[in-house]
């Protein structure tokens, strides 16, 4: 018998992996232990594992590669051998149709640039004055939920969207958006976008310590935040961040208020589900599985549940959300499966984090 942790390094796949394929039912263990509850795989499993990441690594669905581990190493490899073909087949169609799309969509990309460029950097200076505490409450309430895809480099930092007498701060992955704003003082002139990498917004971060107001220097594509004799500053971010009003506009869903530190402790021990994820390198994840009950509170559903009105989310994107929350009580939406569920301060309705649910296996 093999221990999840050498069965990991000699087939390539993570622990995390090879649990996840565990609680799908794709590769479950020959024995475990039921004190513990330690994974013990049998020799002839390693070659399972190995099969499967290749599977995974093409794409596969857990639906068939199900059938493909089943029937691997039996005597009739025609349905193994069919499987694969057909997956094949699906693979090259897909990128056909995908390339047509996209061939199409730069040319309408094209014509838009070519018709109309607008800037998210502002081309005059705009300095003004922001209360130092509740910009970094801002800060801690967004940066949790800035990307780290390379590919989208313009999403690897915080939107500051300074309007009026009001400055936005906004982070987005694509999987998960955080919205927060606070007040400014002597910002009398356009709307002003600016993104600011990560790094330096770490730094603005580390400088709001006291309760004396910050002043905020935008010019043209550089950033400073000054409080007192202390600066940081830096070059903002290329490329068009998101219109985030757009994506926060949410069809009215069912409210429930949670207890922060009691709802984490439910995620934590509560049942998950497996997460497939799209992109080939990641790893899978645990789903939770929520629905707002006819009392008023989220529960947290078992695999049991079927209710057409469950909403599942990433759980570690979910547990993330509630700490950034910094609230002893939070309030949840949860609108239909399909819709973002929110999370949402009691006393600040304008901070807000927005988590995109995952679909269930049928």
């Not at 169609?93 to 109309?116: K, N, V």
């Amino acid at each position: 018998m093999h221990s999840i942790g050498e069965t990991a390094r000699d087939s390539g796949l993570g622990v995390s992996a090879l649990r996840f394929y565990d609680r799908a039912g794709v590769l479950v263990p020959a024995w475990v232990d039921p004190v513990s509850g330690y994974r013990w795989y049998a020799p002839e499993q390693l070659e399972e594992a190995r099969l499967l990441g290749r599977l995974r690594r093409a794409g596969m669905p857990l639906a068939d590669i199900r059938l493909v581990l089943a029937g691997w190493g039996g005597a009739d490899t025609e349905l193994v051998r069919g499987l694969l073909q057909a997956h094949l087949r699906r693979l090259e169609s897909g990128l056909s149709d995908a390339r047509s799309e996209f061939s199409t969509l730069r040319a309408l990309l094209d014509h838009r640039e070519t018709a109309s460029m607008t800037s998210l950097h502002t081309t005059t200076a705009a300095r003004f004055s922001v209360p130092a505490p509740e910009v970094a409450a801002a800060l801690d309430a967004v940066r949790f939920a800035a990307g780290t895809d390379a590919e989208l480099p313009m999403l690897g930092g915080i939107l500051f969207d300074i309007e009026g007498e009001l400055l936005h701060l906004v982070a987005t992955d694509r999987y998960r958006m955080a919205v927060a704003r606070t007040r400014t003082t002597g910002h009398g002139g356009p709307r002003t976008q600016v993104v600011v990498p990560l790094p330096l917004a770490d730094a603005m971060r580390a400088l709001l310590t006291g309760e004396e107001p910050a002043e905020l220097i935008v010019d043209g594509d550089r950033v400073t935040l000054e409080t007192g004799d202390r600066q940081a500053a830096g070059q903002s971010l290329g490329g068009e961040f998101p219109d985030y009003r757009r994506l926060v506009h949410l069809p009215a869903g069912r409210r429930a208020r949670v207890g922060a530190v009691a709802f984490r402790q439910a995620l934590e021990t509560g049942p998950v589900r497996a997460g497939e994820t799209p992109e080939q390198d990641s790893e899978p994840y645990d789903l939770s599985v929520l629905r707002v009950a006819e009392n008023g509170t989220v529960i947290v559903c078992d695999d049991s549940d079927d209710d057409p009105n469950n909403v599942a989310v990433n759980r570690d994107l979910l547990l993330d959300a509630l700490t950034a929350g910094a609230r002893d009580e939070l309030i949840m939406e949860l609108g239909a499966p399909t819709a973002p569920l929110a999370i949402r301060r009691p006393d600040d309705e304008h901070a807000f984090s927005l988590l995109m649910p995952v679909r269930l296996e049928d």
